[in-house]
């Protein structure tokens, strides 16, 4: 799901990738990036990146930047440093907030500028950085990893000529308009900064150093201080995000699997690369923009966002905020559930030992999920309780024409011997229409109707081995378990002839198998060890084409699996005649 590395040979499109040419514009009063620094909560939850760390986090993105090409972007004024800090005094001190924590690393920067030690560089002329790499620290913002994909055009043109044992890079001036719309990147990436110490906690759902006062700070909708520092009206911060989401959406290779890492950890975004990595940046920011605009509504200083459309996309759609609903919906179109589509209830451990193996034969592995097994331990197991604790569907009441269905359904086959309260037909349909009422009365009262009913009926089904009787005798004949238990007990068993005689008459009797050989001396064979020993004969029966004898478990697996590939696609359920 990483994209491939771009290349470097393209020719440069200036305005093509840009992340908007509408950006916010900052106040007077943050028209120095020093004024970051006076705030006690600002940079506290994002990075200052030093040279070195710039250039690892842009190779993630796709741009490799080479010893002296970061300084000839600050030279041409296309990707200018957030703060420089010099080893002695250049400037006035600034007075900072003293209660600003260490988050990371920038209280050296906070402590710097109270010595007088940073400047702005947007303030003064390019200055050559020094030759060692010591001396010349400068700072990025991580808001300006969203230039990323202009510069790797703009690297395109760089021109190299060898100076001794290093290469001295120079770069062509850029036009006007791309100097004017790297100009906005940045401070777009300033007015995010400003927003960040808010936002970024509750878009990353990381806190850094946390305290009751920052707790206070980040859950608060009242303006912040540095909320004055932006000169943006409302609407502008809008237009910047949505534009902000439509453009990631156009060039992120993930296409629709941005779904899916929309749903994802926030820590695992950071594992994207190339385009698919810039294009979460776009959408991080935007959420900043988008959470600070409905803080404005909340408090009174812009008019409410309208809802999102439900009848055509919207940027908005693409929101780093996904609900329930949205969450389940991915799952459910990209097959990420790990909710078995079917289960099929097992009466014991003979059948416990062969189903798997009998599945396989089929294509289908229990460990791919679509069907899992679970043991009744017994024809008494209680299959009501089973039907509530794995059937019952989640379901949103409010779907486009019933009741939408927000994970995968699971239905239920119920597999046991023919005795008991299985003994008839009747008294299996009897069963399955008690797990049936079981799941009804399980899901919301709104959506408990008859068609609800009728289309819960499809996720019940109750089996029998047939008129053979229990598991061993239905699928075996008298000579074919004689031979397996033969092969356990060897001789302490009569002969296969005299043994073949005895499971017959065990057969009409009592209809244990384990009774043949319970009175044998120095003999353990259990019902398992017995079934390890005939699969051999049940495979090759299952995989011959001219067997015509009847595998009840065969049938009744490759209708578990018919049943789970019906019930994966399901999306909503009927609640009245009208849908």
Request: proline fraction near 6%; glycine fraction near 6%.
């Amino acid at each position: 799901m990483t994209a491939q590395r771009p290349s470097r040979r393209a020719k440069p499109s200036p305005a093509s990738s840009l992340p908007s040419r509408v950006s916010l514009m900052v106040a007077p009063a943050v028209a120095s990036t020093l004024g970051l620094l006076r705030d006690r909560w600002t940079l506290s939850q994002t990075r200052l990146l030093g040279e070195r760390e710039f250039e690892r986090e842009a190779e993630k993105r796709g741009l490799r930047l080479r010893p002296g090409q970061l300084e000839q972007f600050h030279r041409r004024g296309l990707l200018v440093p957030l703060l420089r800090v010099w080893p002695s005094r250049v400037a006035p001190p600034i007075r900072t907030d003293s209660k600003a924590r260490s988050h990371t690393g920038e209280w050296q920067v906070r402590r710097a500028a109270a010595e007088g030690r940073v400047t702005d560089p947007a303030q003064h002329a390019f200055r050559r950085w020094p030759r060692n790499a010591h001396d010349r620290d400068v700072r990025y913002s991580e808001y300006q990893l969203l230039a990323v994909r202009q510069l790797r055009d703009l690297a395109a043109g760089f021109q190299g000529r060898r100076v001794g044992d290093d290469i001295e890079w120079t770069l062509p001036r850029a036009s006007v308009e791309v100097q004017e719309v790297m100009t906005q990147s940045r401070n777009l990436a300033v007015a995010l900064e400003l927003l960040a110490s808010r936002y970024r906690p509750q878009v990353l759902a990381t806190l850094r150093s946390p305290s009751d006062d920052l707790y206070s700070h980040v859950d608060g909708i009242e303006p912040m201080p540095e909320w004055r520092r932006l000169a943006a009206k409302p609407d502008v911060v809008l237009s910047q995000a949505e534009h902000l989401l439509r453009t990631a959406d156009w060039f992120d290779p993930l296409g629709k699997w941005g779904r899916v890492a929309r749903i994802g950890a926030p820590s695992k975004w950071g594992d994207l690369r190339f385009d698919a990595l810039i294009a979460m940046d776009f959408r991080i920011a935007a959420e900043h923009l988008l959470l600070f605009r409905e803080d404005l509504a909340a408090c009174g200083r812009a008019p409410e966002l309208k809802p999102v459309s439900t009848e055509w996309r919207e940027a908005r759609h693409s929101r780093l905020v996904v609900d329930a609903r949205e969450r389940a919906e991915t799952l459910l179109d990209f097959r990420l559930s790990e909710t078995p589509a079917v289960v099929v209830a097992l009466e014991g451990e003979t059948e416990m030992q062969l189903a798997p193996r009998v599945l396989a034969l089929m294509g289908v592995e229990e460990r791919q999920g679509l069907i899992q097994f679970v043991n009744l331990k017994g024809v008494g197991g209680d299959v009501r309780l089973l039907g509530r604790a794995l059937a019952v569907p989640l379901l949103d009441p409010n779907g486009f024409r019933g009741a939408r269905v927000l994970r995968r359904l699971t239905a239920l086959v119920i597999a046991v011997d023919a005795e008991h309260g299985y003994a008839t037909p009747e008294l299996c349909e009897r069963k399955r229409q008690e797990v049936v009422d079981e799941i009804l009365g399980s899901v919301p009262s709104e959506v408990r109707t008859p068609k609800m009913r009728s289309d819960l009926e499809h996720l019940v089904v109750v089996r029998t081995w047939g008129d053979g009787g229990p598991f061993e005798f239905s699928h075996f004949s008298d000579a074919e378990l004689a031979r397996g238990i033969r092969s356990l007990a060897r001789t302490a068993s009569p002969p296969v002839v005299e043994l073949t005689g005895r499971v017959a008459r065990h057969r009409a009797g009592d209809r244990n198998v384990e009774s043949i050989w319970r009175k044998w001396r120095s003999v353990t064979i259990t019902k398992p060890m017995l079934a390890d020993a005939l699969w051999p004969v049940l495979e090759r029966r299952l995989v011959s084409r001219h067997s015509r004898r009847r595998v009840p478990i065969g049938e009744i697996l490759e209708e578990a699996v018919q049943l789970a590939q019906h019930v994966s696609v399901v999306r909503e359920l009927r609640v009245t005649d009208e849908e």
